[in-house]
Each structure stands twice: as C-alpha cells, then as structure tokens.
C-alpha cells in the first residue's frame, strides 16, 4: 500500500525541513504550550491485534477508517505499524494538533460511522490498549518528510521508562542523541513520544527507508559519533530503576497525512528550544 496524499507536502519557507537534522531541537517554548498549545502535538499510540482469519477483512476497513480520519479538521498524520514478527500485531499511531481535536473527530457522525464495522465484525483477538502521549522531540533525517509514511517504511520502536531522580540527565542524553541520528544515511525521521500519565515514561520511533538503513542504531555496529552519543545512557545509568526497555521491529502498513499534515511536525520543531 503507497501513502494516501490527501494534503499537499508544503515545507515553511524559511529553510527546508529536511534540514532540520542541522538544528538544535529542545523543548516546547512555553509551559502553556507543552500541556494545550497546537504546537504540543497530541498521539494516541493503540496497540492491538487483528483475530485469525480476519486480516483481509480487517485491511479494507482500515484504508477507509484512515482517510475519514484524514478529514477531520487538526489531524496531523494517522499510521498503522505491523510489527515484523508477529504478523496480526499493530501499532496505530494516530497525531493531532489538540487532544481536543482527538476528542471532536471521535465523536463526528462521520467517523463513528467508519468505525462501526470495526464494532460489528470481531477483527480484534482482544481489547486494544490505548495510551495517551505528547510529541516530546523529533527531527527529519536525511530521507525527510516526503518518506514518512509509505507502506514499508522500518520502524524501531522502543519503549521504556528513566530511572528516578535521572529525567533531566535523560533529557539533556536524549536531545544530543536525536541530534546525531538525524545525520544517519537512510533515516526519515527520530520521534520521542512522552507519556501524559507518566512523565518518566517514553517512545522512541526510528523510521528508516529500509531495515537495512536501519543497522545504524547502538544495538548494532553504528557509527562512531553514534557509539559517542549513546555512551552517556550507560554512563549515567538513565534507565536504572525505570520502567523495563521494550524494543520492537516494525514496517509501515498504511498512513496517511491528516488536514495540518508536515506543516504541524515543522512548527512543532520551530517552536523548540534548548534543554
């Protein structure tokens, strides 16, 4: 499946977001903004998985379910990750300017008539799981946006939690290690995804054009700025006593942009500043 271009892919003027690995990117500007402002970016992360025998099923429902979602005004982008070794296991990832924004497209005559044949025909082997979490840092790597969500695409995700009394050691570990990500051949993009019930817990997102780019992170043989700038997790002990590492290997199913498409990530990486 190719990406549903249902925006127009507009980089700001000032300089091309797929630079943006030449930036210092921080925290959000303003208090107010972190917690309710556009600038925040709101994901709802949804982990399920699709019962025996109704994937095909499941997949037709889920092309229209994404681009109804892509309608709903504040929609930034909607993305569904199979996970690589388990192949009725998913991940959606579905970002908003505004909780608020969530809130109102889920009620919508017309998304709770999308969704209905998710409520009628038993696609899923048991209850998702959803969790509620703000976009924390993200750069463009060398590929860039226009990559972003093609049907393929590698995913690392990680989950995990920082020891306590370590957030601000994580923080400080976590931007410099983004940073020189983004210099990585074959990247697209590096999210860093905060709970918003738990400040120590975390996602990080790696997308890669392919799972070979991907052979750059600390767990195999990186570069040596890459050893460099994970060196100060270990050293720091940032992950001590938190929540235990989880770390999956996944593709892109589907996505699609929403309504605020790439401008709402390149404002978001605007908006920030040093740690």
């Keep these: 499946m190719r990406l549903k271009r249902l925006s127009r892919i507009k980089i700001g003027p000032e300089m091309p977001?797929?630079?943006?690995h030449l930036i210092r990117l921080s925290r959000p500007r303003?208090?107010?903004?972190?917690?309710?402002?556009?600038?925040?970016?709101y994901v709802q992360h949804v982990e399920f998985e699709v019962a025996p025998g109704k994937l095909a099923e499941w997949a037709s429902y889920v092309r229209n379910y994404l681009a109804v979602q892509a309608r709903q005004p504040g929609g930034v982008s909607f993305r569904v990750l199979?996970?690589?070794?388990?192949?009725?296991?998913?991940?959606?990832?579905?970002?908003w300017l505004t909780q608020e924004?969530?809130?109102r497209a889920r009620e919508s005559a017309e998304v709770q008539l999308a969704g209905k044949p998710a409520r009628d025909g038993g696609f899923y082997a048991s209850p998702a799981r959803w969790t509620e979490h703000r976009l924390w840092d993200m750069v463009w790597g060398l590929a860039g946006p226009t990559t972003f969500a093609p049907a393929g695409r590698y995913v690392?995700?990680?989950?995990?939690?920082?020891g306590p009394g370590k957030l601000d050691a994580w923080q400080a570990y976590s931007r410099t290690f983004v940073a020189v990500m983004a210099r990585q051949p074959g990247l697209v993009s590096h999210e860093t995804l905060r709970s918003m019930t738990d400040a120590n817990r975390f996602i990080a997102m790696r997308t890669h054009v392919s799972e070979a780019a991907a052979q750059v992170g600390p767990e195999f043989e990186p570069a040596a700025e890459v050893k460099l700038a994970a060196k100060p997790a270990r050293s720091m002990n940032v992950y001590?006593?938190?929540e235990p590492t989880v770390s999956w290997a996944c593709e892109v199913y589907d996505g699609v942009w929403g309504v605020a498409g790439?401008?709402?990530y390149d404002a978001f990486m605007r908006s920030l500043e040093p740690v």
């Design 17 to 20: 977001m797929w630079l943006s």
């Design 30 to 41: 303003s208090l107010s903004s972190a917690s309710t402002g556009k600038r925040a970016v």
């Design 82 to 95: 199979r996970l690589l070794n388990e192949s009725n296991r998913f991940i959606s990832l579905r970002t």
């Design 101 to 103: 924004d969530a809130l």
């Design 156 to 162: 690392h995700h990680v989950s995990g939690g920082v």
């Design 240 to 242: 001590e006593g938190g």
């Design 262 to 264: 790439p401008q709402a």
